[in-house]
């Protein structure tokens, strides 16, 4: 991803009626691809519309035959697509994307037509729920939070925005073949239909959102218990854990069965120390050589005293820039991010809690995907032994939970 | 690639007409993914009737009501399948493709039966056409040629050839939702339609699938002219072209503008003996840095010879295993076939010629993946300087075509 061909500013444009995840699967790709080091970003027409006009807009508002609503809302997304125009004017090579239903062909024509006067064909990507139940639960557990209704009762609430969903349904009018490149996603991922879709970007957005999914459920992630290496200081190596170490796993052990409602995915490094934490916790681990700790190299099993007193112009390269510093004959962050791919698709589709026993460069790497940090701050986040973190992925960020046990 | 989470053997499942792609479509995949690492092989029920029950069958032979050729295909098809069978319990992290029609609910019911005894859920990948014209060339260019053609007129055969696809059009029911994962390709990528398609592995096979098309056209790919490194026997480096360099540029424009039709696509790096020598054709070159050399890190600029005698652990390294040895900062091999991968996607979507100016250890790779070398082969390619390499990506295989222009 970090070197492509197909160049040039991207936009993908959402559409879809209401409560559809639209909002989600547009924060969750920006995420993905800032992460895989494109730069990207939404334009929600959601939010330019609470900043202009004010939250706490009636059903009513919202019906296509309500002529003052509609000059209101169609100002809000203009806003937002003037501001679109001036990012992607100042990102060339980045993704931007507009986020609001867009449900009708002349709005879509409208949107094709402003793009085409600065050469850019947008993709649109539409997200289609047959299932009532889906539609229901995404209303109760997205939208009564919103500061739409932050001063209403939950039933009056979901009543108005189903209201506000049935003005959208009279205009609807799905994507046809003839409208230029599309992704449609039926039931988050469970079918997708691609339209003129091609080159490397395009396809990679496919790869990732067929593998979405809108049921939350959480992710604990944990480094192995101390290790004999973390007592002399030394970096990498296969060493058992210290008694200490067996304790932390017992503890976590306890925790976790606490946490948990349903049985999680338990997944560990193919080394000692995360076998040795996991072995303590009731659930069959999964080994996977894609959590192994960044391989240092030839500096494997060294104290970072020792690189820097025997390899000082190594120690030195890797303190200008941590993220591209490749060990001798081992590995960078960026090297990890790349390796860690494939397990954060598989973490997207798993609809169970998944519990992660790793290590320090690799969870850095996975924390600043999920609590969408720069790749330039992932190798300096803090991920002290003997501290649980739990994360429940949303749309409307959930802020991450860190309990420590133990000393 | 070359660490997956969702292992375990995955078999493909060809469906459609004859005569729209399947074989293309299946043996382009099992390239791809051998070239990432990932054992796969094609096994083509077509070949088993040839093999056991020779070539030279008339249109009547696959008539469903004809109950002798019924037998007789279901026969070759339960030998292809059985050898399948074998194959997948052999390599536990392999992908199988089986390339038949399929046509039918039935057919498809009994290979999902006999997959599930070993726990395996196939994909069916379905080629739908809808322009005849695309199904007339392709039995002009592949079906004629074909041994059971061996003996036959053009006309004749096409004749043929069009009564045994009406055979199976007579049978032919296309995918539904209720029948398992698939993916079904309209016009070879035109449209994509997936169902329940999830995982790392499918969906970088649909990555791959839904930028192939089937319009030949050929490929020619180059070193850069002689450069002063090249005489000093230094590796890496931006050096300048010699007069030799020079020289070759010239007869290598001549012989491109006789060989292409249509203006090619003309890809170099964005290192100056590349670039210099792409000037000296008629038509404008698009630099990509995935097309520089493989890094050298620390040695860039050195000889072997001084590799040797300075860093006489890293030479040694490197002769033990030239794929997989990374430079001190620097690439291997493989680290290199990682950066091709978004360049060979955009080369299979190429419709018009493309020439490619690049280096040595990069058009190994490249080569590797278009003639289905190994990656155990791929570092020890002859790529000579001074020579052109022409492709004809092709589903029954063109050989490569070299010429030495020049001294």
């Known amino acids: 991803?970090?070197?492509?061909?197909?160049?040039?500013?991207?936009?993908?444009?959402?559409?879809?009626?209401?409560?559809?995840?639209?909002?989600?699967?547009?924060?969750?790709?920006?995420?993905?691809?800032?992460?895989?080091?494109?730069t990207a970003q939404v334009f929600n027409v959601g939010n330019y519309r609470r900043r202009d006009?004010?939250?706490?807009?009636?059903?009513?508002?919202?019906?296509?035959?309500?002529?003052?609503?509609?000059?209101a809302r169609r100002g809000v997304a203009q806003a937002a697509l003037d501001d679109l125009m001036q990012w992607v004017a100042h990102n060339p090579n980045g993704v931007a994307v507009y986020d609001a239903t867009n449900v009708t062909r002349s709005r879509r024509?409208?949107?094709?037509?402003?793009?085409?006067?600065?050469?850019?064909?947008?993709?649109?990507?539409?997200?289609?729920?047959?299932?009532?139940?889906?539609?229901?639960?995404?209303?109760?557990?997205?939208?009564?939070?919103?500061?739409?209704?932050?001063?209403?009762?939950?039933?009056a609430a979901t009543r108005d925005f189903r209201a506000r969903i049935a003005h959208y349904q009279r205009s609807y009018e799905p994507l046809t073949t003839s409208e230029g490149p599309w992704i449609k996603l039926v039931d988050v991922g469970e079918q997708v239909h691609l339209n003129r879709i091609r080159g490397f970007l395009p396809s990679r957005i496919v790869f990732f959102l067929m593998n979405l999914h809108i049921v939350p459920r959480p992710i604990f992630l944990m480094r192995h218990g101390e290790s004999a290496y973390n007592v002399q200081k030394r970096i990498g190596g296969d060493p058992d854990?210290?008694?200490?170490?067996?304790d932390f796993a017992d503890r976590a052990s306890q925790y976790l069965q606490r946490r948990c409602s349903t049985p999680p995915s338990l997944w560990t490094s193919t080394l000692q120390r995360t076998i040795q934490t996991a072995s303590a916790f009731?659930?069959?681990?999964?080994?996977?050589?894609?959590?192994?700790?960044?391989?240092?190299?030839?500096?494997?099993?060294?104290?970072?005293?020792?690189?820097?007193?025997?390899?000082?112009?190594?120690?030195?390269?890797?303190?200008?820039?941590?993220?591209r510093y490749r060990y001798p004959r081992g590995e960078s962050y960026e090297d990890v991010m790349d390796r860690l791919e494939p397990l954060i698709v598989e973490l997207e589709r798993q609809r169970d809690p998944v519990v992660i026993v790793a290590h320090q460069a690799v969870l850095r790497c996975l924390v600043a995907y999920l609590t969408d940090r720069s790749p330039e701050d992932c190798p300096f986040l803090e991920i002290p032994l003997h501290t649980v973190i739990e994360l429940v992925p949303k749309a409307y960020p959930g802020a991450e939970v860190r309990t420590e046990l133990g000393p």
């Not at 006009?53 to 059903?59: C, D």
């Not at 854990?241 to 067996?246: D, F």
């Not at 894609?290 to 494997?300: F, T, V, W, Y």
């Open 241 to 246: 854990l210290t008694e200490r170490g067996r």
């Open 282 to 323: 009731p659930w069959t681990p999964t080994a996977l050589r894609s959590l192994d700790e960044i391989d240092a190299g030839r500096c494997d099993g060294w104290t970072y005293d020792e690189v820097r007193t025997q390899m000082p112009e190594e120690f030195a390269a890797r303190k200008l820039d941590k993220l």
């Open 109 to 155: 024509a409208h949107l094709t037509r402003t793009l085409a006067e600065v050469d850019i064909e947008p993709i649109f990507v539409e997200s289609i729920c047959t299932d009532e139940a889906v539609v229901e639960a995404n209303i109760r557990e997205t939208k009564l939070s919103m500061p739409d209704y932050a001063d209403a009762r939950p039933d």
């Open 1 to 38: 991803m970090r070197t492509l061909v197909d160049n040039g500013p991207r936009v993908l444009v959402m559409v879809g009626l209401p409560a559809r995840g639209k909002t989600y699967l547009a924060r969750k790709l920006v995420r993905y691809l800032n992460w895989r080091g494109v």
């Open 53 to 71: 006009l004010g939250s706490a807009q009636p059903a009513a508002f919202f019906d296509p035959d309500n002529p003052v609503g509609f000059e």
